[in-house]
Nanobody, 122 residues
Framework: QVQLVESGGGLVQAGGSLRLSCAAS????????MGWFRQAPGEEREFVAVLTWSGDSTYYQTSVKGRFTISRDNAKNTMYLQMNSLKPEATAVYYC???????????????WGQGTQVTVSS
């Protein structure tokens, strides 16, 4: 079984920055892709960013492009989401996911973390 654990969420003022981490552990597992999703209260879960574990491809939701950066450290089995110039509409629970498909659809991912809360105050 693979476990994903997110950390780094918190409360930040609009315009501020946060870096989320997603640490993978468990049986030997090398995902093809890992992604970040978020879910705001009363909203559907939405895609934020995805990368291939090889690092050769990344893709972002249009609204975060240029402000968020997804990356990974293979040696630490950890993925990151650097979030800059945060806006109040970014307030949500952020989830990381891992799977064998490079996809923006949550249903394509096999493993999920428990989520970390990000709150951006105006």
């Amino acid at each position: 079984q693979v476990q994903l654990v997110e950390s780094g969420g918190g409360l930040v003022q609009a315009g501020g920055s946060l870096r989320l981490s997603c640490a993978a552990s468990g049986r030997t597992f090398v995902p093809y892709a890992m992604g970040w999703f978020r879910q705001a209260p009363g909203e559907e879960r939405e895609f934020v960013a995805v990368l291939t574990w090889s690092g050769d491809s990344t893709y972002y939701q249009t609204s975060v492009k240029g402000r968020f950066t997804i990356s990974r450290d293979n040696a630490k089995n950890t993925m990151y989401l650097q979030m800059n110039s945060l806006k109040p509409e970014a307030t949500a629970v952020y989830y990381c996911a891992a799977g064998t498909t490079y996809s923006i659809r949550g249903s394509d991912y096999d493993y999920w973390g428990q989520g970390t809360q990000v709150t951006v105050s105006s």
